[in-house]
Structures are given as structure tokens and as C-alpha cells.
């Protein structure tokens, strides 16, 4: 499910400019101190990486939904990659664990620079949910550069949202409803609607777009009643909302939030102790349970992804998508459906 490869270039490090000092731009939630990068073919780009969209989700906020973050004195050193969300690190065995609960930031690169002349322009967004069966993945430069992207003008919007048990755990009801990883992704987006006119961004021309699991999201955020208005188009590449692995029943959610919390010694007979028990297990010993839990299902099964949520307050997606599809109930905006390269090579390979 995870790319290697797509055509923002996972995984490629970006080139940066010799410049003496970084862009600087004045948001409602304060100051940020960019950097300039340089495009495949040499064009000065402004680079924002690590602006909070939310508050940290740790302690009493983790497995609750994204809150507005805090604002900031001084200037945010917004020039270095951000943590990534905990997550099994396929590419090092010596470190098999990486991420941080404090990782709900997202990456701005545009055309735009303070010394140029173009503060009429108003560039289209893009904005790019990464892929990794709800499990793995990061929006930062050295994992989904803008270097080929930004050789047009547009605006590039990365994000992170939180993954796996940290990010889906659900259990069927309105103590533990899940999908918080989606209203991530609808917390950002709201902060790109408010804040993107500052970069050269046009708040009216915002496309979606992400691959695999990134793609279901994109999918399911032309359903969802959260991220209504938010958006113009979608781009959904290898993986809709009515595929496979997009989403869990309210009964399957809850017996996997069950048999996981067991695995902590959590099966105390409320959804809220549940939650109340996990919030004292450290992240890193979460997403390591989480492997091993996986591994004893079936493979074509992800056990922590998008669910179909109790009438509870926020509600993310009340319905499963293909009623929601059938019924006509979804948002009006054009679509572009494909699949990238080598779709399923992971799964093939064994």
C-alpha cells in the first residue's frame, strides 16, 4: 500500500538555496521563519515546514479530536523537518519505532517569496495526504518534496495526521469514535481555508489529492459533512472509499479496540476506561503492539482504519460510503480517479 514512489518524489531530499536569510511571513498564530529551496529546474521557491495545525494530541487529548493549536510568541523556526507521527520504521532495523504523539504540522511550499513582486497572484493549492494503510508515512520535505510540483505555480500543502491505533482506535461509540486521523486532515484543511492567502494561495482553488490510503481519505473527505466547502476538486489515486481496507463496521472497530486494550491488560468494561487505561501506555509500546496485533489477522486486513461513527457530536461519517455514494448524499466537485504505478507490488512481492 505505501509508495516508494510517486510522482512528488517520496522520499527525495530537496535542493536548497544559498540564500543568507528565509522568508518571513506573519500568520493570526504569529510569526514564521521559512527557507528558500530551489526546484528541479532551478526556480526559488519559499518553504514553510512544521507549522502546528493542531494542538499536540498527547495526555488527555490522545484518541480525542484535532483542537485549535495555541498561538506563538516570537518568530516559529519553521526551516527543519517536524516529528512524524509513531509509526514501525521499515527502514532501519536498529530503530524500529519512530514519531512523536507531537506531530500534527503541515508544510507550505509556493512560489511566492517576500522579495518578489507577485503578491496579486493568487496560486491554486494543492494539498497531499500521504499513503501508508493508515499505518506509516509523513508529510516532510525529505519524504514528499516539492521539487518537481513547484516547477508550476501552484502551492504544495503536506500534512501529518496520526495513524494506526493513535489515530483510528475506535470503539463503537461516542467515548471512542475513531476516525481521528480524518478530522486531522479536515483540521488542516481548515487551517489552510484560513491561513493559505498569506503564501500566494487562493482559499477558493484547493484540490485534494493523495495515493493508496491517502487516496481512500481523499475519497472519504468528498463524503464526509466535516470537510464540506473546504475544497474544490479531488484527485484519488489507487484506493476510493469503497475498496478493500477503507473502512471498519462499528462491531469490528470495537472488537479490535477490545482485543488490543487486552493486550495492555485494558478490558475493564467501559469504552471510557478503556481509553483511560491506554492514555498511560507509552506511544512507542502502542504502535509495537500494534505490528504484532496486526500480523495475527488476515494480511489483507488493516485493524485500525476509518470507521462508521455513532450520531455523536463532530461526526466524521455516520454511514458507509457506498450509501452515501448510491444515495447521491456527497459533495458536487470534480473528481479524478486513477491508480499510480505498480499498485499492489508490496502485497505481490510477499
Request: hydrophobic share 35%.
Amino acid at each position: 500500500m505505501f509508495k516508494f514512489k510517486t510522482f512528488l518524489a517520496i522520499f527525495y531530499i530537496v535542493s536548497l538555496c544559498d540564500c543568507d536569510s528565509g522568508p518571513l511571513v506573519s500568520l493570526r498564530q504569529g510569526k514564521l521563519l521559512g527557507r528558500y529551496f530551489k526546484t528541479r529546474k532551478g526556480r526559488i521557491i519559499s518553504g514553510f515546514s512544521g507549522i502546528p495545525y493542531a494542538k499536540p494530541p498527547v495526555g488527555e487529548l490522545r484518541f480525542r479530536p484535532p483542537i485549535v493549536p495555541e498561538n506563538w510568541n516570537g518568530t516559529l523556526n519553521a526551516t527543519q523537518p517536524h516529528n512524524v507521527c509513531p509509526q514501525i520504521n521499515f527502514y532501519d532495523t536498529e530503530n524500529p519505532i519512530i514519531g512523536n504523539e507531537d506531530c500534527l504540522y503541515l508544510n507550505v511550499y509556493t512560489p511566492w517569496i517576500p522579495e518578489g513582486k507577485c503578491s496579486n497572484l493568487s496560486f491554486p493549492i494543492l494539498f497531499y495526504i500521504h499513503g501508508g494503510s493508515f499505518s506509516i508515512g509523513s508529510g516532510r520535505y525529505d519524504w514528499l518534496g516539492p521539487e518537481y510540483l513547484l516547477d508550476q505555480d501552484l502551492v504544495l500543502v503536506t500534512i501529518n495526521y496520526r495513524l494506526g491505533v493513535l489515530g483510528f482506535l475506535s470503539a463503537g461509540d461516542c467515548i471512542l469514535p475513531g476516525n481521528n486521523g480524518l478530522k486531522d486532515q479536515v483540521m488542516a484543511l481548515k487551517w489552510v481555508k484560513e491561513n493559505i492567502a498569506t503564501f500566494g494561495g487562493d482559499p477558493q482553488k484547493v484540490t485534494i489529492c493523495g495515493s493508496s490510503s491517502g487516496s481512500i481519505s481523499v475519497h472519504l473527505l468528498t463524503l464526509s459533512p466535516m470537510s464540506k466547502g473546504l475544497m474544490r476538486s479531488a484527485i484519488i489515486q489507487s484506493g476510493t472509499a469503497i475498496s478493500g481496507i477503507s473502512i471498519m463496521s462499528r462491531n469490528e472497530s470495537m472488537k479490535f479496540a477490545y482485543q488490543f486494550g487486552q493486550r495492555f491488560n485494558c478490558t475493564i468494561g467501559t469504552s471510557e476506561k478503556l481509553r483511560k487505561c491506554l492514555l498511560d501506555i507509552d506511544p512507542y509500546d502502542i504502535v509495537r503492539e500494534q505490528l504484532t496485533f496486526a500480523v495475527e489477522w488476515d494480511s489483507s486486513i488493516v485493524p485500525f482504519t476509518p470507521t462508521i461513527e455513532e450520531n455523536c457530536t463532530k461526526v466524521f461519517l455516520d454511514r458507509h460510503p457506498s450509501e452515501l455514494v448510491q444515495s447521491n448524499d456527497i459533495v458536487d466537485i470534480p473528481v479524478i480517479i486513477g491508480m499510480v504505478p505498480y499498485e499492489g507490488m508490496i502485497i505481490s512481492a510477499g
